[in-house]
């Protein structure tokens, strides 16, 4: 066949298109007529059969002599977007495009030259309008016409050029995601080995890469399970999403993942997959876990984790997986006057000294807990009886009774422990911590710095002490609440100087309730505060009728302050608005304040009486001797005031060491220019005793009992001097 047709019928077939009805035996015919040309002839087709064939074709056929189009075949004009006629009148060039016509130009000398280039190659056009397209260029030297001329066909590739841009790009794209993701990318083959990992995967691990290619996935597994089940679930679904997983590193440290991982297409068992380090995050939730069941200061179990424990081991109680168990509530001795005396910096490392002792003094398996402020709790499990328990506990009060030694300073303190015990039934973890503070709350009565085991007769005291509690609170709404008056008498004198305002309580079913047994409950629980407003005004309001009545008497009043009353800051503004709507004079008041409260406190009482005494009220110090360190304190306070406890003042004239203690008092008192009130005077012979010591002031049974409004009004009327 001739070469211009064998090139044009080739490129035909080989773009698939099928040949047109009745050419194969054209075809053949034109083949005999040539095949006698002598060798290396190419014989002259003649230019009507060459269009013939080449209009037949899906190729574009252009032929060129020297530089311009002599033919264009109509899928010529269909690429280019010209007519025949326009690019018949065009130059070779004008249809490459600019960035390619010098490698085409290249070429086409170089084939001129005789040199042996790539006939095929590949170059974008132009096409009438401005479109560029992507041409598959074949390009031959062929005679037409009888003359030389160049041959060439071209193919639109750009759908498939652009769809190669289009992979290639992607492939770098994804070359750079796998390369540059923070998170560990790997592709197994079927045999479960790394066929590829990127940068992160070799950093998280700590292998070489050349160390990791071929190892299996599974190795690196610190519970195989975990990626059995992730292999399982890629057999059956393709796939598996967020899949957590313990992987090692080189080092042995553990990295706690996330894992991806789709099966590879066409490879049975391969897969592709991303790991993401969540350790962080891992670690992050186990603080935030141990924080919330966790005290921060001391280390120890907190409340809800405590409760928990407790629930479960009432629990293995129940279906008598155990023995019986007990739980412990403790507490502090004057931990307060540690913490202001010292500081709460001091008192935050006294806690955590004794956290870290209490942990110490349990046994295997018991559990200690801060259950807030200077309370803790312990869980004593698999204890026989009430002995057993007591021990363990009379065990961890000797070891908090040891000195700590802290950063700053030697603290000695003392602990009291209350003793729950359970060995079925139904009572609840609540309820057995209820129990062991009830019991607490005995150790504490008792004398501190011992120990107490609940019993039914606590719980019937407790119950009975919640009654109390919840009759009280309607009382002075009620009208049980009233005031009685004991007179205070002028030794130098002998008349009445004053009162003492004190509350009493009638029940109506209990009669009357003394002050000792109903006033803790509302120390306790609160409501001493607006019990204590209660008494004040009364106490006032009943001083302004009888300095009305008994004008020029200079009657006082004086009424007890509660330690939370005291502790409270609108307590001096209280005070002056009572005193305003009463309409008595400030210095007729007189406000007593214990011994204990006053030392306790000592930095914020000092300047709560300051307070007070710049509003004009009276201060006096009840109970004098009955503490500890009184003398080094007592400059500190601007009283007007001392009472000499009735401990001290009973045992004169017996002989004993009484009388030198309350002249001691007396002296120190009227050394700092305080005035003195005996308490508790009952025999002429204290009277003596105390006219004797200089002592300005006495109340007591000799001369009145507690009197009601109606008689203390008759023994103002019956006073001697008036």
Request: proline fraction near 4%; hydrophobic fraction near 40%.
């Amino acid at each position: 066949m001739h070469p211009l047709l064998r090139r044009l019928f080739e490129e035909h077939i080989g773009q698939g298109t099928a040949l047109p009805p009745g050419w194969g035996p054209f075809l053949s015919a034109v083949d005999r007529a040539w095949g006698g040309a002598e060798p290396g002839e190419e014989p002259a087709v003649g230019e009507a059969t060459f269009r013939a064939l080449a209009e037949t074709i899906s190729a574009a056929v252009f032929v060129y002599r020297g530089t311009r189009y002599v033919y264009v075949n109509a899928a010529a004009t269909a690429l280019t977007g010209y007519s025949a006629e326009e690019l018949l009148g065009m130059e070779f060039w004008e249809l490459v495009h600019p960035d390619h016509r010098e490698v085409v130009r290249e070429r086409g000398m170089a084939r001129q030259r005789g040199d042996r280039v790539p006939s095929r190659y590949e170059f974008r056009i132009v096409r009438k309008g401005g479109e560029e397209r992507w041409v598959d260029f074949t390009s031959a030297t062929v005679q037409y016409g009888g003359e030389p001329a160049a041959l060439g066909t071209a193919f639109d590739v750009t759908d498939r050029r652009n769809a190669s841009d289009e992979l290639r790009e992607s492939e770098e794209r994804y070359r750079a995601l796998f390369e540059e993701s923070r998170d560990a990318i790997y592709m197994t083959g079927e045999d479960g080995r790394f066929e590829a990992v990127n940068q992160a995967a070799l950093e998280m691990f700590g292998y070489a890469r050349e160390e990791m290619l071929g190892m299996e996935l599974r190795s690196l597994c610190v519970d195989p399970a975990d990626c059995e089940a992730m292999d399982a679930e890629i057999a059956r679904a393709g796939f598996v999403r967020d899949h957590e997983v313990r992987l090692r590193r080189s080092d042995g440290g553990v990295v706690d993942c996330l894992m991806s991982a789709t099966r590879r297409s066409g490879e049975r068992g391969a897969v592709q997959g991303i790991v993401h380090d969540i350790s962080e995050r891992k670690r992050a939730e186990a603080q935030l876990a141990y924080g919330a069941f966790h005290d921060p200061l001391t280390g120890l179990p907190n409340r809800a984790l405590f409760l928990d424990r407790l629930a479960q081991a009432v629990e293995r109680v129940r279906r008598r997986d155990g023995a019986a168990l007990a739980v412990l509530f403790l507490d502090l001795d004057r931990f307060k006057v540690i913490n202001d005396s010292l500081g709460h910096g001091t008192g935050d490392e006294l806690l955590r000294a004794l956290g870290a002792r209490l942990g110490e003094a349990l046994r295997p398996g018991d559990t200690a807990a801060r259950f807030g402020g200077d309370e803790f709790t312990v869980l004593l499990e698999g204890v026989s009886d009430a002995v057993v328990a007591t021990h363990v506990a009379q065990r961890i009060l000797d070891s908090l009774a040891r000195p700590f030694h802290l950063s700053r300073s030697e603290v000695y303190t003392s602990a009291s422990a209350g003793i729950a015990l359970h060995s079925g039934g139904s009572a609840s973890p609540e309820e057995l911590l209820r129990s062991a503070g009830t019991a607490l709350g005995r150790a504490k009565a008792r004398g501190r710095a011992r120990c107490e085991v609940f019993d039914r007769a606590m719980h019937a005291e407790a119950m009975d002490r919640l009654q109390m509690e919840m009759d009280l609170r309607p009382a002075a709404e009620r009208g049980e609440l009233r005031l009685v008056y004991q007179p205070v008498v002028s030794l130098p004198e002998g008349g009445v100087a004053g009162f003492e305002a004190l509350l009493r309580w009638e029940h109506p079913t209990r009669g009357r309730v003394l002050p000792e047994q109903f006033v803790p409950v509302a120390e306790e629980t609160g409501l001493i505060v607006p019990i204590g407003e209660w008494v004040l005004e009364e106490a006032c309001r009943q001083l302004r009728r009888w300095r009305e009545r008994f004008p020029g008497r200079g009657v006082t009043v004086g009424v007890n302050l509660s330690p939370r009353q005291f502790s409270r800051p609108e307590l001096v503004e209280r005070v002056r608005e009572i005193l305003a709507d009463t309409e008595v004079e400030p210095s007729a008041l007189r406000l007593e304040i214990t011994e204990s409260l006053l030392i306790e406190h000592a930095g914020p009482t000092a300047a709560m009486l300051a307070r007070l005494r710049e509003a004009g009220v009276g201060l006096c110090m009840d109970d004098f001797g009955t503490g500890y360190s009184s003398l080094s304190y007592l400059h500190r306070f601007p009283l007007d005031t001392l009472k000499i406890d009735r401990s001290f003042v009973m045992r004169l004239g017996s002989g004993g060491d009484a009388e030198p203690i309350v002249r001691t008092i007396a002296a120190l008192a009227h050394n700092l220019g305080l005035k003195v009130v005996a308490e508790g005077v009952e025999t002429a012979a204290q009277l003596e005793e105390l006219r004797a010591l200089r002592c300005e002031y006495a109340q007591g049974y000799l001369f009145s009992r507690p009197l009601d409004a109606e008689d203390a009004d008759r023994l103002l009327e019956d006073d001697p001097r008036w």
